[in-house]
């Protein structure tokens, strides 16, 4: 992630949260049950697994870590493990932070916009290379569009609203 001024200005407005530190292969989050804990990474490097799969390794101060769980006011979608020693600003009731806090919420909303953009450029290309296929690559073009189209909430159980077939 560059650090477009933003980073450091997160960093600088986390000086009130309580600043943790994590011994390598200390859990941060777990994936599974929610918490309503996020995480800005100070210092250090942790590695992101879904399931036994290491997805990312993360070494870039202002990385945030339960953002997703937090917006959607669910469970961690994946664990995050400290590699080498790791201080991170904890941040408790991190769904009520994101509502009324707009510098971290920003923050944010700017990681999720490029990831986004680079999974939509990854799918792309991968829709391009495998047009012609029948098997289950060939339904790269249906993840794509799911992707794209998904602009509004999903619905929530007892709502009088029908559910969208897509979820």
């Known amino acids: 992630m560059a650090d477009d001024g933003s ?12 600043l943790d530190r994590f011994s390598p292969g200390e859990v941060l989050l777990a994936e599974g049950p929610a918490s309503d804990r996020m995480f800005i990474l100070a210092a250090g490097e942790v590695e ?4 036994d799969t290491q997805v990312a390794a993360i070494a870039m101060p202002g990385a945030i870590f339960g953002e997703i769980a937090a917006l959607l006011g669910g469970r961690h979608t994946a664990t995050v493990r400290a590699v080498t020693e ?8 991190a769904r009520a932070l994101l509502q009324s806090h707009r510098e ?8 999720l916009a490029r ?6 450029t990854y799918l792309a290309d991968l829709k391009r290379q495998f047009a ?3 098997d289950h690559l060939g339904m790269v073009d249906e993840v794509l569009d799911a992707l794209v189209q998904r602009q509004r909430p999903a619905v929530t159980t007892g709502s ?3 559910s969208d077939p897509r979820l």
């Not at 980073?7 to 309580?18: E, K, R, T």
């Not at 971290?104 to 990681?111: L, N, Q």
């Not at 990831?115 to 939509?120: E, G, P, S, V």
């Open 7 to 18: 980073v450091g200005a997160v960093l600088a407005y986390c000086d009130g949260f309580p």
């Open 48 to 51: 992101v697994m879904r399931g």
């Open 86 to 93: 790791v201080t991170a600003f904890r941040i408790e009731n």
């Open 104 to 111: 971290i919420s920003f923050h944010v909303s700017s990681i």
């Open 115 to 120: 990831r986004l953009t680079d999974a939509t």
């Open 132 to 134: 012609d296929r029948s």
């Open 160 to 162: 009088s609203r029908k």
